[in-house]
C-alpha cells in the first residue's frame, strides 16, 4: 500500500531565506506527484505537477524535483515571503484512475 | 482556469440529521470526481470516486449507505451524510479532473454536528 511522507511536519523562516520542503513514496511505481498549497480552513491549490517521466518543473519562486527511483520529491521554495505561509501538500497519483494519496503536508511559517 | 465550486461552505447540523453538500465544476464537464475528509492537521483522506451516470466507489472502511454520492450530470456530484453523528465533523473536500491532467479542488465545507 502506498504511504506518502512528507518532513518537516512544520517549518519556521524568516523572510527571505531560501528553503526545501521533503516528499517520500514507498511505491515507486507512480502516474505522477503533484504538490498542492492549503490555506487555513480552505481548499488546496494545485502548485506543480511533475508526470512520472519527468524530473522536475518550475513555476516562478517554486521548483519541484521526482526522483522516482528513490521515492523522493523535494519542493524548493525561493526568496520565500510571507504570503507563502501555508500548508504544503504532495500527492501522488498511482495510475491513471486520477486518485490522489496525500502526505501529512509541512506548515509553514515566513516570518516577516 | 478551471473552477470547481461547493455549497454550502459551512454547516451545523443536528444528530440524526442528513446533510448533503454539491460539488460542481464549474468552467469545465468533469465525469470522475474524487470526495475526500480531512480531520483537524491531518490530511486529506480519500472517501470515495464519483462516476458520472454510475455508482461511486468507496475507498476501504467508507460506508457507502452512510456517505451518499450521487452524480447526476458532467458537472455535478453531491455527497450526502445520512444520519450525521459528532464523529461525523470534519472538512470535506471534492476534486474534479481538469486541463491539462491537474486536479481542482473545491473550497470545501465544513460539517460541524451537535
Known amino acids: 500500500k502506498q504511504e506518502v511522507t512528507q518532513i518537516p511536519a512544520a517549518l519556521s523562516v524568516p523572510e527571505g531565506e531560501n528553503l526545501v520542503l521533503n516528499c517520500s513514496f514507498t511505491?515507486?511505481?507512480?502516474?505522477?506527484l503533484q504538490w498542492f498549497r492549503q490555506d487555513p480552513g480552505k481548499g488546496l491549490t494545485s502548485l506543480l505537477l511533475?508526470?512520472?517521466?519527468?524530473r522536475e518543473q518550475t513555476s516562478g519562486r517554486l521548483n519541484a524535483s521526482l526522483d522516482k527511483s528513490s521515492g523522493r520529491s523535494t519542493l524548493y521554495i525561493a526568496a520565500s515571503q510571507p504570503g507563502d505561509s501555508a500548508t504544503y501538500l504532495c500527492?501522488?497519483?498511482?495510475?491513471?484512475?486520477?486518485?490522489?494519496?496525500f502526505g501529512s503536508g509541512t506548515r509553514l511559517l515566513v516570518r516577516p | 482556469g478551471a473552477v470547481v465550486s461547493q455549497h454550502p461552505s459551512w454547516v451545523i447540523c443536528k444528530s440524526g440529521t442528513s446533510v448533503k453538500i454539491e460539488c460542481r465544476s464549474l468552467?469545465?464537464?468533469?465525469?470522475?470526481m474524487f470526495w475526500y475528509r480531512q480531520f483537524p492537521k491531518q490530511s486529506l483522506m480519500l472517501m470515495a470516486t464519483?462516476?458520472?451516470?454510475?455508482?461511486?466507489?468507496?475507498e476501504q472502511g467508507v460506508e457507502k449507505d452512510k456517505f451518499l454520492i450521487n452524480h447526476a450530470s458532467l458537472t455535478l456530484s453531491t455527497l450526502t451524510v445520512t444520519s450525521a453523528h459528532p464523529e461525523d465533523s470534519s472538512f470535506y473536500i471534492c476534486?474534479?479532473?481538469?486541463?491539462?491532467?491537474?486536479?481542482?479542488f473545491g473550497p470545501g465545507t465544513r460539517l460541524l454536528v451537535l
Open positions: 476534486s474534479a479532473r481538469g486541463p491539462q491532467e491537474t486536479q481542482y
Open positions: 500527492a501522488v497519483e498511482e495510475d491513471s484512475s486520477y486518485k490522489l494519496i
Open positions: 511533475i508526470q512520472s517521466s519527468q
Open positions: 464519483s462516476n458520472e451516470g454510475s455508482k461511486a466507489t468507496y
Open positions: 468552467d469545465f464537464q468533469a465525469t470522475t
Open positions: 511505491d515507486s511505481a507512480i502516474y505522477n
